[in-house]
């Protein structure tokens, strides 16, 4: 009987010494086989227990089970180890370093064109203007006739325009004609409101201009409406667009929709009235048309000219912009480089 007993611990030892030596799954199932399967070691060696008398069955056979529990437990660590192993080996072959930083994702922001275009209407808002939505497609009439540019009007070569196959529809060259919606909706209440949106013209597209921009236009009617009240607006507002305590300067210009009508421009906000390359070394940057509203024009939107008057202005939103953050070509804007939408 001691004999089988140390038959079986030989086995163990032996069995465990090469489970040491299997260094890959398939070389732990071939062990597997050896020693536990059902040709294998441990069943060889207990094949003459049949002839054991029946005191020393039992033991034999709890011998037996205890190798086989051992070297069980001993082949489930062998295989974690190797596992866990294998894994390594995967994961540095990979070249995955779990320890290195992720990579950064691209947060999207807001379009430099829309932050100068909410920039603008906030200022305006919390002044009491309210937003006016008009519309992007137009009629010859709106953009032009009821501005006072009846067909024919050389001032109508001031805007370059591009025409529908829809005769008398085009797709409006500046937020102007929203004056005429927003006071025909409004007539004969007074009028305070901004027009911000896309304006359209058949231009070549250069440093200076796009086919496609925003403009933010200005309309305010009512009772003694006087130039000094758009003065005043238009202080109040560059001060917050472009810095407390800007130098403003009202030129007279002309447009056919406001009379009079000035350009106005502000210090340039880089060089301080300097000079420098961006305000083309004149120490001033152009930010808006304006001017009091044309008689012909109230009259147009309903109001009585005797009665009432009002204020107008139109600003480029890009040309603001560029103002602001120093950039020198409006096609930057539009051309969707991931590098210059990072940088402003
Ligand atoms: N609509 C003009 C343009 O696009 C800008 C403008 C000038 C708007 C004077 C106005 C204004 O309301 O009073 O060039």
């Known amino acids: 009987m001691s004999e089988l007993v140390k038959k079986l611990e030989a086995l163990q030892v032996e069995a465990e010494a090469m489970l040491t030596k299997a260094q890959s799954s398939a070389e732990t199932e071939a062990w597997f086989r050896d020693y536990l399967g059902r040709k294998g070691a441990l069943t060889n060696a207990l094949q003459g227990i049949g002839s054991l008398s029946a005191e020393e069955r039992p033991l034999i056979g709890k011998v037996a089970n205890q190798v ?28 995955v370093d779990v320890t290195l930083p992720g990579r950064p994702q ?18 305006f808002m919390q002044m009491g203007f309210q937003v006016y939505d008009a519309p992007e497609v137009e009629t010859d009439e709106y953009n032009f006739g009821l501005l006072n540019m009846p067909d024919g009007h050389p001032a109508r070569d001031m805007w370059d325009t591009f025409y529908t196959t829809t005769p008398g529809v085009l797709l409006r060259t500046h937020t102007s004609p929203g004056q005429i919606h927003a006071m025909r909706e409004y007539c004969p209440q007074p009028i305070r409101v901004i027009l911000p949106g896309k304006c359209f013209r058949y231009e ?98 309903g109001y009585d000219p005797a009665v009432y008057s009002g204020y107008a202005f139109g600003m480029g939103v890009e040309r603001s912009a560029m103002l602001k953050l120093g950039v ?13 939408l990072e940088r402003v």
């Not at 020198?328 to 210059?340: K, M, P």
Request: with cysteine; hydrophobic share 40%; aromatic share 8%.
């Open 68 to 95: 086989k529990v051992a070297l069980t437990t001993a082949l489930e660590a062998r295989q974690q180890e190797i596992a866990n192993a294998e894994m390594e080996a995967a994961l540095s072959a990979e070249g």
């Open 328 to 340: 020198d070509d409006i096609r930057y804007f539009f051309s969707n480089d991931i590098r210059f």
């Open 106 to 123: 691209n947060v999207g922001k807001i379009h430099p064109s829309n932050a100068a275009l909410r920039q603008i209407n906030n200022i």
């Open 204 to 301: 070549d597209v250069t440093a200076r201009s796009e086919m496609m921009f925003h403009q933010v236009e200005g309309l305010v009617v009512g009772k003694n409406i006087t130039f000094s009240d758009l003065k005043g607006t238009v202080v109040a507002f560059a001060n917050q667009m472009f810095g407390e305590g800007r130098k403003l300067r009202f030129r007279k210009s002309y447009f056919p929709f406001t009379e009079p009508s000035v350009e106005v421009d502000v210090d340039c906000v880089l060089c301080e009235g300097k000079g420098c390359r961006v305000c083309k070394y004149t120490g001033w940057l152009e930010i808006m048309g304006a001017g009091m509203v044309n008689p012909t024009v109230l009259h147009n939107g």
